[in-house]
């Protein structure tokens, strides 16, 4: 049975609209909700792996937005279509005035205008959206499972 806990890495922004989709998305799927207010944001994705890891054993996937991230009522129907352990939600941000998104594609080398249609590859990406299964592994002192951009951690798997 899948089971998804739901984590906000927020800066308690009372402008953020997040907050109301999490709980839409946590009664829809009769799931738990978590919240962490730590700075720099990193911080508080770090932990919030880190709680999935250690406190929610029999959660099966992790799905993680930060605050000022909406994302679609069906997103964990569709994540879960994916069939991955790693997925993460494009989301645009501002670079030198213009709007890109958080991904880079495998063979591109800058943030794209336009993102690729469907799922693709990417060589780096931003965590403000982030989709994690029971497999990941956790981060060694040195490599961190979530920061700025995604890499893959030092071996030592999760329990089912």
Same mark, same amino acid.
């Given at each position: 049975?899948?089971?998804v806990l739901?984590?906000?890495p927020t800066r308690q922004d009372p402008r953020a609209c997040a907050s109301d989709r999490a709980f839409m &998305?946590?009664?829809r799927h009769n799931t738990t909700f978590e919240r962490c207010a730590?700075?720099?944001v990193s911080i508080s994705r770090n932990w919030l792996v880190r709680l999935?890891?250690?406190k929610y054993g029999d959660y099966t996937h992790m799905l993680m937005f930060d605050d000022d991230v909406v994302p679609? &009522?069906?997103c964990i129907e569709r994540l879960l279509a994916l069939d991955s352990d790693v997925a993460l939600? &494009?989301?645009p941000f501002w670079l030198e005035g213009r709007a890109r998104f958080n991904a880079v594609p495998k063979g591109c080398t800058s943030f794209p205008l336009v993102p690729p249609d469907g799922p693709f590859e990417a060589i780096t990406a931003g965590g403000a959206c982030m989709w994690l299964g029971v497999t990941i592994e956790t981060a060694s002192s040195t490599e961190r499972c979530t920061a700025s951009l995604i890499q893959r951690p030092a071996p030592a798997t999760r329990r089912r």
């Open positions: 049975m899948t089971k739901i984590g906000m &998305l946590m009664t730590r700075s720099p999935f890891i250690d679609p &009522l069906d939600g &494009l989301v």
